[in-house]
């Protein structure tokens, strides 16, 4: 049996992170707010829990994006197919990642390399593979590593 899952991702801005990489990837930023209502109201969550971004409340220090075409629930707004779910954390990063993503552009490394960093990403060094092809090793606007390809 396949499992459910999603991709958690340590952040400093997690709203803010979340729009890059929705941006990026064509996604949805998730929108918590009539579950953040309801919480409120019943006295499940405190005030201080809840921020808001981009005219929307969402859980304080994080944001999630899912895929367009994936079923969610709308209710709670969250996703239950591809999704990436950002979390403020104290710690900045401080080593490489041992995970990344890999994306894939219809018209190839360099125009998607374009677009990303029009977005906000850095490119780092180009990977030329010979006849395999190339792609762009970039990092996003808090310096995660991922790849254009």
Not at 39 to 59: C, M, N, Q, T, Y
Not at 81 to 96: A, H, I, N, T, Y
Not at 98 to 111: C, E, K, S, T
Request: proline share 7%; glycine share 10%; net charge negative.
């Amino acid at each position: 049996m396949a499992l459910d899952w999603k991709l958690v991702i340590d952040s400093r801005d997690a709203p803010a992170l979340a729009d890059f990489w929705a941006a990026a990837l064509g996604y949805e930023v998730e929108d918590p707010s009539e579950l953040i209502d309801g919480l409120l109201a019943s006295g499940r969550l405190p005030e201080a829990a809840v921020a808001e971004h981009r005219g929307r409340r969402i859980f304080r220090g994080y944001a999630a994006v899912r895929h367009p075409d994936d079923p969610f629930d709308p209710v709670n707004g969250i996703g239950r197919g591809r999704r990436l779910l950002f979390q403020d954390v104290p710690e900045g990063k401080s080593v490489k990642n041992r995970l990344h993503i890999d994306v894939h552009g219809p018209d190839g490394p360099g125009a998607l390399a374009d677009r990303l960093e029009a977005l906000g990403a850095t490119r780092v060094r180009e990977v030329d593979q010979g006849p395999a092809g190339h792609w762009w090793v970039m990092r996003d606007p808090e310096g995660n590593e991922f790849c254009a390809a």
